[in-house]
């Protein structure tokens, strides 16, 4: 059972800009634990996306922006391209299970 | 190049037990803490514990749902960690994954390289 929620799908045209929500409570997000994002395509490992809310790892396109407010986290994807379809997943640090917690996960449709 | 590579899956009947191997290259294995997710068939990513370096001590930490069964190891020597399985339930079938905690970035509780995956089947 994830604590970290996010809508379960979202799709977008190709050159479009869509964003994935991920909303946790007061013992992950809310207490301060940063958020971070990872991308999974088809049949493949996840691969970070986005550490420490906003920051890419080298390699990820600037197209892919996260951002943290209150007890919710953000993931957004302009100029969507079809090489964008994958599952995304939150994840952050949860003080009351004193584990790390991950998003429920959303997948993206280029339409 | 920086690497993971999982090994040791396979079909265990329920009870069972198993361990799998992570074998690392491409880094300072013996200065980064290393940890388990696993993935169900169709389902999300569920972390499932991690190990310290020795300079931590070798902590370790699981997901409530593994304690008591499941026990994650290393060996810096080999530049291995492992994860020892038993009393295995159908509910731990999954894919586990083996992955790094971030290093030399301003933050914390990340995983930035990621093992291929091994594919454990808990069935009579």
């Known amino acids: 059972q994830s604590v970290l929620t996010q809508p379960p799908s979202v799709s977008g045209a190709p050159g479009q800009r869509v964003t994935i929500s991920c909303t946790g409570s007061?013992?992950?997000?809310?207490?301060?634990?940063?958020v971070h994002w990872y991308q999974q395509l088809p049949g493949t490992a996840p691969k970070l996306l986005i550490y420490g809310n906003s920051n890419r790892p080298s390699g990820v396109p600037d197209r892919f922006s996260g951002s943290k407010s209150g007890t919710s986290a953000s993931l957004a994807i302009a100029g969507l391209q079809a090489e964008d379809e994958a599952d995304y997943y939150c994840q952050s640090y949860d003080s009351s299970l004193s584990g790390y917690v991950f998003g429920t996960g959303t997948k993206v449709t280029v339409l | 190049e920086v690497q993971l590579v999982e090994s040791g899956g396979g079909l265990v009947q329920p009870g069972g037990s198993l361990k799998l191997s992570c074998a690392a290259s491409?880094?300072?294995?013996?200065?980064?803490?290393m940890h388990w997710v696993r993935q169900a068939s169709g389902k999300g990513l569920e972390w499932v514990g991690r190990i310290r370096s020795k300079a931590n001590s070798y902590a370790t930490a699981y997901a409530a749902s593994v304690k008591g069964r499941f026990t994650i190891s290393r060996d810096d020597s080999k530049n291995t960690a492992y994860l020892q399985m038993n009393s295995l339930k159908t509910e731990d079938t999954a894919v586990y994954y083996c992955?790094?905690?971030?290093?030399?970035?301003?933050?914390?509780?990340?995983?930035?390289?990621w093992g291929q995956g091994t594919m454990v089947t808990v069935s009579s």
């Open positions: 007061s013992s992950n997000i809310g207490a301060g634990y940063d």
């Open positions: 992955t790094r905690h971030i290093v030399g970035a301003t933050t914390w509780g990340a995983f930035d390289i």
């Open positions: 491409g880094f300072t294995f013996s200065g980064s803490a």
